[in-house]
């Protein structure tokens, strides 16, 4: 496995992205969708991850428009507020435009099968969301995504394989909008699509880097979970 930087020609301009190849040389492809924190050393670190299962995995700079290369630690007061001063002037419609080159990138790789997915975290995870809606990634996995219970109106887009995880004591995510995720799913033509809570975990329970947050046993079979959908839709 070996990470290095790479040149996505976008619709509008072209950006940076992370990427890291499995240690075969072939396999599906997964694009990683950051935090609002960009692409810091953790989302390296699960990029690196999900290549050391096998995928050629893609994180892309979704805040090239903003602030080309930001590497922020939300750890820290300060650059925890800048995330979200970023996040506030953010465009998620061009981001999915990003994220659509990213994918249609990923599959020029040489190794790469062409079959790809998406998978993010928080900022990330709304986007995982919208991707399932409006890209043609073949599967898509959403770790506690904020505010998709207001954006639902699109979810009859979706003809991808996609599974939500939702961090029961978020706080980003509180429970009347976890219950709207799950009921809007919780029909026979939803098949595909799987809605998982884990009770005990708070926002950012994946995120290995904050201990106030991090939960290993939910990050462990989240991960499970995310990993079987992939084997089974970009292998």
């Known amino acids: 496995m070996s990470g290095k930087e790479i040149t996505i020609n976008g619709k509008d301009g072209n950006f940076q992205g992370y990427l890291a190849s499995p240690a075969s040389g072939n396999g599906g492809g997964v694009i990683v969708i950051q935090e609002i924190f960009g692409i810091n050393k953790w989302m390296r670190s699960i990029t690196d991850f999900f290549a050391s299962h096998g995928y050629f995995a893609l994180a892309?700079?979704?805040?090239?428009?903003?602030?080309?290369g930001v590497q922020l630690d939300p750890t820290v007061p300060e650059e925890m507020q800048k995330g979200?001063?970023?996040?506030?002037?953010?465009?998620?419609?061009?981001?999915?435009?990003?994220?659509?080159?990213?994918?249609?990138?990923?599959?020029?790789?040489?190794?790469?099968?062409?079959?790809?997915?998406?998978?993010?975290?928080?900022?990330?995870?709304?986007?995982?969301?919208?991707?399932?809606?409006?890209?043609?990634?073949?599967?898509?996995?959403?770790?506690?995504?904020?505010?998709?219970?207001?954006?639902?109106?699109?979810?009859t887009k979706i003809t991808a394989p996609t599974i939500f995880?939702?961090?029961?004591?978020?706080?980003?995510?509180?429970?009347?909008?976890?219950?709207?995720?799950?009921?809007?799913?919780?029909t026979e033509k939803a098949k595909n699509i799987h809605v998982y809570v884990y009770d005990n975990a708070d926002h950012g329970f994946a995120r290995e880097i904050d201990p106030s947050h991090y939960s290993p046993a939910d990050a462990k079979l989240a991960h499970q979970r995310t990993l079987e959908l992939f084997t089974n839709t970009l292998a």
């Open 60 to 68: 892309p700079d979704l805040f090239w428009r903003l602030q080309p």
């Open 84 to 155: 979200f001063d970023l996040y506030g002037k953010f465009n998620a419609d061009k981001a999915i435009e990003d994220i659509q080159s990213s994918i249609d990138a990923l599959k020029k790789v040489p190794g790469c099968n062409g079959n790809v997915g998406t998978t993010g975290f928080c900022l990330g995870g709304t986007l995982s969301y919208l991707s399932a809606c409006r890209t043609d990634g073949k599967a898509h996995a959403s770790y506690y995504g904020v505010g998709i219970d207001q954006m639902l109106g699109e979810r």
């Open 165 to 186: 995880h939702i961090a029961g004591k978020d706080a980003f995510v509180p429970p009347h909008a976890q219950a709207a995720i799950r009921d809007a799913f919780a």
